[in-house]
């Protein structure tokens, strides 16, 4: 980078770090710690719950994910519009009644605490390792810009993060997404701006999502039923929906951004608000991608856009056979851009027999590149079994940083770095929370000081800090980051989901039904994802119906016989 793209990026995330801890400053108690009061406006809400969804992460592996594989992946959002409409009408007026810090603590009231202790260490477990893939994320950027072992670019992320969300706690989170995501829309939309600018002058918008169309990327909507098919209308709506709801209504680094709401209102506003954003914009995001994909039908890309990877393929015995590999590439690309060319005179003419050959060549060149990069993977392979082989958190990162001009460079690198210490931050926040309010508070230390409180959440802050780190650094082969964390949420979300309906929904079913049912059904849906039956979106409904099921059949049986506290 620049120095000017240094200055930019410094300057941004002092100004971030400087703001929010002066923001949150005077914290006395666990209440100003975890919930800031409870005094936020919608408008912090709003922000708070997307910058906490949308981490490092989507800004880096979504636009990769659009020009690997097109705009399917925005289905994936289709049902949270309606999950904010139930969480606002049923959860959000019920953990306001009860004033609670963490969702979980609703479990005991209704069930037991063995109920509350398995969904606590259900939610501990999965946000505790997705945290520390969001924080290797942005990790990989400093790792490939300064060349630089990605351990210590983790390590400074995490220590970065740790320090504000110890000393602000949750002032600290929110007061900072708010202003951090203003940067991130605004760096967002120069970008979309800026590769539309670098297409070639007789290449507008229109042009662009034409050529992307017809090499297939501008698959938004797909209304089959196959259940392989990760991304549809159908795993979005049904599968996104019950993957949503649970995450919103039952994950506590959301339930930790609401309840932040100065009240019902506050929070159901700031829940709709982000219902009604959060589909468009990453619409826009994967959009980004397609435009990066026509940009480089003029313009050879890389044959593999990690280069540190391919910096180790030029330096070995292999390096002959790259460089033809490289050559053949290079052909190719050199005959697209001819197709490109004949299929917008095409268009422009309508001439629909000549666009539907062009569309078929175009075809067969992504189909050539695509076996090229096969070969290529497998050479990488033979100098390094370990080599990283899925480059699509690579893409955006690569054309930002060999295309984008001085200083725009170091604005959207601060983007992603905003992203990441949003996402981070209310996740570590929420991880000491529980084990806080729902471990040390209930079992270790019953009546303690608000002093002592205090102190336990900023050290429980500190140790989940460093954990995250830990898991940060072995993240780098879980393939494409944002399918990982995903799939990663399905495994529990649905299963904490079905305790949650029960509980606010059956009431005749008491807590030993329903941990009985959770357990049996977690085993579930870990063995059907091992074998691979379905898409990953389906074991979200699969987790929530098993558990509604098997709470009736053991209650049916007569397990809750003297144990409910209904």
């Known amino acids: 980078m620049s120095i000017y793209d240094w200055i930019v990026l410094v300057l941004t995330l002092l100004l971030i770090v400087s703001y929010g801890l002066y923001k949150s400053r005077g914290i006395q108690n666990m209440d100003g710690f975890f919930l800031g009061n409870r005094e936020m406006p919608w408008y912090t809400v709003c922000f708070s719950v997307m910058a906490t969804q949308a981490s490092a992460i989507t800004f880096l592996s979504a636009p990769g994910l659009a020009y690997s594989k097109g705009m399917s992946f925005v289905q994936f959002y289709f049902g949270l519009p309606l999950a904010m409409i139930v969480l606002s009408i049923t959860f959000v007026p019920i953990y306001h009644k009860l004033k609670v810090f963490t969702a979980y603590e609703f479990l005991e009231k209704r069930f037991d605490v063995k109920t509350r202790v398995l969904t606590a260490f259900l939610f501990l477990i999965q946000r505790g390792v997705s945290t520390g893939i969001t924080i290797f994320a942005p990790a990989v950027i400093l790792s490939t810009i300064l060349n630089l072992p990605v351990t210590l670019t983790t390590l400074f992320i995490g220590v970065l993060v ?12 929110s007061f900072t997404q708010l202003l951090q995501m203003a940067i991130i829309f605004g760096g967002m939309l120069i970008a979309g701006v800026m590769v539309i600018h670098l297409l070639p002058a ?24 196959d259940p392989d098919n990760q991304y549809t209308v159908w795993t979005g709506i049904i599968g996104g929906f019950f993957l949503q709801l649970s995450y919103f209504g039952t994950d506590q680094s959301q339930v930790g951004r609401y309840l932040t709401g100065s009240s019902v209102r506050e929070s159901r506003m700031g829940l709709l608000m982000n219902g009604l954003l959060k589909v468009p914009m990453q619409f826009a995001i994967l959009l980004i991608g397609v435009l990066v994909f026509a940009y480089y039908q003029y313009n050879t890309p890389p044959l593999f856009f990690n280069q540190q990877e391919v910096a180790k393929l030029e330096q070995s015995s292999y390096s002959e056979e790259y460089n033809k590999l490289k050559i053949q590439h290079e052909e190719i690309s050199g005959d697209k851009k ?27 060149y992504n189909q050539k590149e695509a076996e090229l990069r096969e070969e290529l993977t497998t050479l990488m392979q033979k100098n390094d079994a370990q080599a990283e082989t899925n480059d699509t958190n690579y893409v955006f990162l690569s054309f930002v940083t060999n295309v984008f001009p001085k200083g725009l460079v170091g604005l959207l690198i601060a983007v992603v770095f905003l992203a990441s210490m949003g996402a981070t931050a209310s996740a570590i926040n929420s991880l000491a929370s529980t084990t806080t309010v729902d471990v040390y508070k209930r079992f270790v230390n019953k009546e303690g000081s ?5 102190n336990a959440s900023r050290l429980f802050t500190l140790i989940w800090g460093v954990f995250t780190v830990l898991i940060a650094l072995y993240a780098g082969r879980l393939g494409n980051l944002l399918e990982a964390v995903n799939i990663l949420g399905s495994l529990f979300y649905g299963t904490i989901l079905g305790v949650f309906l029960v509980a606010f929904y059956v009431k005749k079913i008491g807590g030993r039904a329903v941990f009985y049912a959770a357990v049996l059904t977690e085993i579930f849906v870990i063995l059907i994802w091992r074998a691979d039956i379905v898409a990953f979106l389906w074991l979200n409904l699969i987790g929530c119906i098993g558990v509604l099921l098997f709470s009736f059949v053991f209650r049916a049986l007569g397990v809750d016989r003297k144990t409910s506290n209904q």
């Open 162 to 173: 740790i320090l504000y969300t110890v000393y602000g706690g949750t002032k600290a989170v």
């Open 202 to 225: 007789d290449i507008g918008f229109k042009e662009a999502l034409h050529i992307a169309g017809k090499s297939g990327k501008a698959n938004a909507i797909d209304w089959s039923w």
């Open 338 to 364: 001819v197709e490109v060319d004949n299929l917008i005179q095409a268009l422009r003419k309508d001439d629909q027999s000549l666009v539907e050959h062009t569309r078929g060549q175009l075809l067969l």
């Open 450 to 454: 608000e002093k002592q409180y205090l």
